[in-house]
């Protein structure tokens, strides 16, 4: 049974048209984490300015990280 389960496989990834498939995905993967990490924005209201302020990319990521560190934690009548 395995014997069978190799053989399709082995048919199935040896088509020219699988490969190209498994590569543009591989390709879309890569693009979309680029394309959505590199180019992340984030808005926010600085309460010590008291304006909105933008950041990009890492710096933005690191905010959000910081700002759910701040409100992580078992929520009880106290943290209200």
Request: hydrophobic share 40%.
């Amino acid at each position: 049974m395995s014997d069978m389960i190799k053989a399709e496989r082995e048919k199935i990834f040896l088509r020219k048209s699988m490969k190209i498939l498994l590569i543009m995905g591989m390709f879309i993967v890569v693009g979309n984490f680029f394309l959505f990490h590199f180019k992340y924005n984030e808005v926010f209201y600085n309460y010590s300015t008291g304006k909105m302020e933008v950041e990009n990319g890492f710096a933005s990521v690191e905010h959000r990280k910081e700002t759910g560190a701040e409100f992580q934690g078992e929520l009880t009548s106290e943290t209200l």
